[in-house]
């Protein structure tokens, strides 16, 4: 499964592509992304890297919040994922997690915020604005 990840209209030079795999021990979850901004507000490079439950990038809402099927503080929902880490506006991760299944995760959003995720704040992180999107689909 794939989320082809498009920037907003303030960032249309971010692109890049999240797959997500099934793996004995979970859903191996990879991220190439190019265009990452580095704004005044963000002189560390880190970017919110999460899984919303909504089915759309159409505005800034449409994605709704952080995927969270059993109701769980943050960071602890299920769509809680490592920060993204900038390297001149390159990023590249690849992290294992057991806390979805692919078939749980079809649909929704992936969303990578202006700003690091604090991991304290509720009930979201305080990442900031939403500046990139993309629907997970099946291939």
Do not use: W
Not at 22 to 34: D, H, M, N, Q, R
Not at 55 to 84: I, Q, R, W
Not at 128 to 133: F, T, V
Request: proline share 6%; aromatic share 10%.
């Amino acid at each position: 499964m794939t989320a082809n990840v498009r920037g907003g209209k303030d960032n249309p030079e971010l692109f890049g592509v999240v797959y997500f795999e099934k793996s004995s021990k979970g859903v191996l979850v990879t991220a190439e992304i190019y265009g990452l901004p580095m704004q005044d507000g963000n002189k560390n490079g880190f970017f919110g890297f999460h899984i919303h439950e909504g089915g759309s990038c159409a505005g800034t809402e449409a994605a709704g919040g952080h995927y969270n099927p059993k109701n769980v503080p943050h960071p602890f929902h299920a769509g809680d994922l490592p920060p993204l880490m900038s390297n001149n506006g390159f990023a590249y991760m690849t992290v294992l997690t057991d806390r979805f299944t692919l078939n749980e995760i079809i649909g929704k959003t992936v969303i990578i915020h202006a700003t690091a995720d604090d991991f304290r704040s509720q009930p979201a992180g305080d990442s900031g604005e939403r500046i990139a999107c993309g629907v997970i689909r099946s291939f």
